[in-house]
Nanobody, 128 residues
Framework: QGNLVQSGGGLVQSGGSLTLLCTAS????????LGWFRQVPGKEREFVAA???????????LYRDSVKGRFTVSRDDSGDTLYLRMNDLKPEDTANYYC??????????????????WGQGTQVTVSS
């Protein structure tokens, strides 16, 4: 089946930076689009960013509007390690962050139902 293992996260002051990592375990997800979601207790999980697998035209990325210009999603050459570099963090970025893999290949998607594999989650707390 395979799964995704997350690391990174923690507590940071407003304006600070953090990097989240997500690594495939037990199988490869190199041909899958990978994404990041976040969730605050009592609210629905929301899309953050996603990146497609490598194709002849490169990799396609997608971001939610509120993180554009501050967050960068990337993956390593093997395609099995996913990163989320978060700069200029704001208190409203505080959430539990999850990485995810789409069921198959395809363009990045902001819909959680398109993703069939999920990491365990990691907390990001931004203090004001």
């Amino acid at each position: 089946q395979g799964n995704l293992v997350q690391s990174g996260g923690g507590l940071v002051q407003s304006g600070g930076s953090l990097t989240l990592l997500c690594t495939a375990s037990g199988r490869t997800f190199r041909w899958h689009t990978l994404g990041w979601f976040r969730q605050v207790p009592g609210k629905e999980r929301e899309f953050v960013a996603a990146i497609s697998a490598t194709s002849a035209t490169g990799r396609e990325t997608l971001y939610r509007d509120s993180v554009k210009g501050r967050f960068t999603v990337s993956r390593d050459d093997s395609g099995d390690t996913l990163y989320l570099r978060m700069n200029d963090l704001k208190p409203e970025d505080t959430a539990n962050y999850y990485c995810a893999a789409k069921h198959t290949y395809g363009p990045p998607s902001a819909y959680s139902l398109d993703y069939g594999y999920w990491g365990q989650g990691t907390q990001v707390t931004v203090s004001s």
